[in-house]
């Protein structure tokens, strides 16, 4: 097991942390099991700033710990990050961006940028929350069985260690995302930056898997158009681009309850299984209809098999999943869903 704390006054050598960096945790998107992190830092200020929708960089201490040798201390930063997530309507924890000082040899002690995502539980004091976070974290696992172009997740569990007065310490599941610039150099590839991408313009065979699966996780909220919440990587500069997707909260499949605003007054979003591919016959897609059917058995066990997750939670995540199938498979509703979607 890898322990990870942050702690507030404590300076480390340089040259003891650079000697530990690379067999502790400088792949820490390699690896599967979940590790175990302390955050000691001011949170009624990261509070403070979602209330208020901001966002600034707070000082804080990363402690790591190994089975085997004494623990590395770091200087961090932490700060609030995201767009609706940091709307107290609907959280009052926001995701947080680690930040690893630059004059510090080990910045890259989680991956080899500067700086890596974490995706919190944005309702610190709710317990279906910890369900949605970990629901969330499963849809990239199973998205990375399904292609091999994804971002990389890691699972931790934090103890919130608060140096304010609205809570003492607090243990709660989060997720590591993989920076994007990270992913495409992982695959040797560079990053597309565009507001107005044509169909025809993206690797088809990845835009059917997209649209296929955000419609199987009910997803609405992404666009390749626009790359929202899709990253597009070239491979090739002969070739056309990847799209990856990310950022998978709004899913039907997980029901997050947020709020937005309506004519009444805020109200409950309710996701709908909507199509957003646009193909003009069974024949295009054939090959992703026995793409998915192929690949039934191994997602399914692997939400059977995520006992971090609920039973509850899991029934109902195969429930979904369940009437993705029976659509994918049943002649009349996919053509009347998919094919001549209104």
Same mark, same amino acid.
């Given at each position: 097991? $890898?322990?990870?704390?942050?702690?507030?006054?404590?300076?480390?050598?340089?040259?003891?942390?650079?000697?530990?960096?690379?067999?502790?945790?400088?792949?820490?998107?390699?690896?599967?099991?979940?590790?175990?992190?302390?955050?000691?830092?001011?949170?009624?200020?990261?509070?403070?700033?979602?209330?208020?929708?901001?966002?600034?960089?707070?000082?804080?201490?990363?402690?790591?710990?190994?089975?085997?040798?004494?623990? &590395?201390?770091?200087? @961090?930063?932490?700060?609030?990050?995201?767009?609706?997530?940091?709307?107290?309507?609907?959280?009052?924890?926001?995701?947080?961006?680690?930040?690893?000082?630059?004059?510090?040899?080990?910045?890259? $002690?989680?991956?080899?940028?500067?700086?890596?995502?974490? @995706?919190?539980?944005?309702?610190?004091?709710? *317990?279906?929350? =910890?369900?949605?976070?970990?629901? =969330?974290?499963?849809?990239?696992?199973?998205?990375?069985?399904?292609?091999?172009?994804?971002?990389?997740?890691?699972?931790?569990? &934090?103890?919130? &260690?608060?140096?304010?007065?609205?809570?003492?310490?607090?243990?709660?599941?989060?997720?590591?995302?993989?920076?994007?610039?990270?992913?495409?150099?992982?695959?040797?590839?560079?990053?597309?930056?565009?507001?107005?991408?044509?169909?025809?313009?993206?690797?088809?065979?990845?835009?059917?898997?997209?649209?296929?699966? =955000?419609?199987? &996780?009910?997803?609405?909220?992404?666009?390749?158009?626009?790359? *929202?919440?899709?990253?597009?990587?070239?491979?090739?500069?002969?070739?056309?681009?990847?799209?990856?997707?990310?950022?998978?909260?709004?899913?039907?499949?997980?029901?997050?309850?947020?709020? @937005?605003?309506?004519?009444?007054?805020?109200?409950?979003?309710?996701?709908?299984?909507?199509?957003?591919?646009?193909?003009?016959?069974?024949?295009?897609?054939?090959?992703?209809? *026995?793409?998915?059917?192929?690949?039934?058995? =191994?997602?399914?066990?692997?939400?059977?098999?995520?006992?971090?997750?609920?039973?509850?939670?899991?029934?109902?995540?195969?429930?979904?999943?369940?009437?993705?199938?029976?659509?994918?498979?049943?002649?009349?509703?996919?053509?009347?869903?998919?094919? *001549?979607?209104?």
């Amino acid at each position: 097991m $890898i322990w990870i704390s942050a702690f507030a006054d404590f300076q480390a050598p340089n040259q003891y942390i650079q000697e530990k960096t690379d067999s502790l945790l400088e792949n820490i998107f390699q690896g599967e099991s979940t590790i175990d992190l302390s955050l000691y830092a001011n949170f009624d200020s990261i509070i403070e700033d979602v209330s208020v929708l901001r966002s600034n960089s707070r000082p804080a201490r990363l402690k790591v710990y190994s089975k085997t040798g004494p623990a &590395i201390m770091l200087p @961090v930063q932490i700060e609030s990050r995201g767009n609706f997530r940091m709307k107290p309507e609907n959280c009052n924890f926001p995701p947080l961006k680690l930040s690893f000082l630059k004059e510090n040899d080990n910045r890259r $002690i989680f991956v080899k940028n500067n700086s890596v995502k974490l @995706v919190n539980q944005c309702q610190l004091f709710q *317990h279906n929350y =910890e369900a949605y976070l970990l629901q =969330e974290y499963l849809i990239y696992k199973i998205y990375s069985s399904l292609s091999e172009y994804s971002f990389r997740v890691r699972l931790l569990k &934090i103890s919130y &260690i608060n140096e304010g007065f609205l809570f003492d310490t607090l243990t709660r599941y989060s997720f590591a995302l993989e920076p994007p610039k990270e992913m495409a150099k992982r695959y040797k590839a560079k990053r597309v930056n565009s507001n107005n991408v044509a169909m025809n313009e993206i690797d088809f065979w990845h835009y059917k898997l997209v649209s296929f699966f =955000e419609y199987m &996780i009910m997803n609405n909220d992404w666009s390749i158009a626009i790359c *929202h919440n899709i990253e597009l990587i070239q491979l090739d500069p002969d070739k056309p681009p990847v799209p990856v997707p990310f950022d998978f909260d709004w899913s039907g499949i997980i029901k997050v309850p947020y709020s @937005v605003p309506s004519a009444s007054g805020m109200k409950i979003i309710q996701p709908e299984r909507s199509f957003k591919g646009d193909f003009k016959s069974r024949r295009q897609v054939k090959d992703m209809i *026995h793409f998915f059917n192929s690949k039934r058995g =191994e997602i399914y066990s692997m939400v059977s098999e995520f006992k971090e997750l609920d039973g509850t939670y899991r029934v109902a995540f195969l429930k979904t999943l369940n009437d993705y199938y029976n659509i994918l498979n049943a002649y009349f509703p996919f053509n009347r869903n998919i094919i *001549h979607k209104q």
